[in-house]
């Protein structure tokens, strides 16, 4: 046999691995959405995960599951249900050691679920137990997380929540200036990226009264707004519609004169949540 032919032969076999490789992943991705699909409901969405769980499951996939529990547990003010799967949670089976690009790789959307969306969620609820216990857990990892964009920005919106150092204007300022060709990302997602970190600079100039700054981003937050995703991200942060926007203590004196009862309804039907999500995990498996 000829060196073309074992070539040719090798060529072959890896493209065969490779289907099969994506005929799993598309599997995988199928299951994750019919779990995120019923995400609205607790009963169903525990009922639906619970169903997933198999000694046959793959190390990863099963730490997927583990985080949709903790997100799960956040989203529905379960905290049995957060803090078991944050106990049953293998972070490193989420980060491949041999993939050069990116240390959460193939797994981008489920580190959106616990380092994004779980502790906005928490910050809305005033947990920030919970936040600390999910950065407590992902500590081990700080090193391999470093270059990863999702890493800093959770980062980021952990020092908003926490009203510690600069309240991550910084990383937000060097991302939105286009200073971040050394983090790791999925191209199709940089677009949510920026939205959440145009979303956590409007808080933070709502917060401090610099009315300017925040008309200039309406436009953008108005795009972010349309998506179930974006609206439910803007009303955990406290935001009412961009053209009802006030200063914070403004907001707060307004609300206070409200007469009981004219509270506004949940931001996101099932539906609409769950096609965010869907979304947003299929988004995440394109790297």
């Known amino acids: 046999m000829n060196l073309s032919t074992i070539l040719l032969v090798a060529a072959a076999v890896y493209c065969i691995y490779r289907l099969i490789a994506m005929q799993k992943e598309t599997r995988t991705n199928k299951k994750i959405l019919r779990i995120l699909g019923a ?95 999910i950065y407590e857990k992902m500590e081990p ?44 990302y999925t191209k199709d997602l940089i677009g949510i990226y920026k939205h959440i970190i145009t979303a956590m600079q409007c808080r933070i100039w709502l917060d401090e009264g610099e009315m300017e700054k925040y008309d200039e981003s309406i436009g953008v937050l108005d795009e972010f707004r349309k998506a179930p995703l974006g609206r439910r991200w803007l009303e955990e942060l406290g935001m009412k519609a961009a053209e009802e926007a006030e200063p914070a203590d403004e907001e707060t004196a307004e609300a206070e004169e409200e007469p009981a009862g004219t509270e506004a309804e949940p931001g996101d039907s099932e539906a609409e949540t769950a096609e965010a999500e869907e979304e947003t995990a299929t988004e995440g498996q394109g790297e």
């Open 141 to 184: 990892y700080r090193e391999e997380l470093e270059h990863e964009m999702v890493w800093q920005l959770g980062l980021a919106n952990k020092a908003y929540y926490e009203k510690s150092g600069d309240l991550g204007r910084a990383f937000y300022d060097r991302v939105m200036e286009g200073d971040y060709a050394d983090l790791h």
């Open 39 to 133: 995400f609205g409901d607790k009963q169903e969405f525990e009922e639906t995960l619970n169903q997933e769980f198999s000694p046959e499951n793959t190390p990863d996939y099963t730490a997927r599951l583990q985080a949709l529990r903790v997100w799960g547990g956040a989203y529905h003010d379960d905290e049995d249900m957060f803090r078991e799967g944050l106990a049953n949670l293998d972070v490193s089976v989420l980060l491949p050691g041999d993939n050069p690009k990116s240390a959460v790789g193939m797994n981008e959307s489920t580190f959106f679920w616990l380092l994004l969306f779980a502790p906005n969620n928490l910050y809305s609820k005033n947990r920030m137990d919970q936040i600390s216990a």
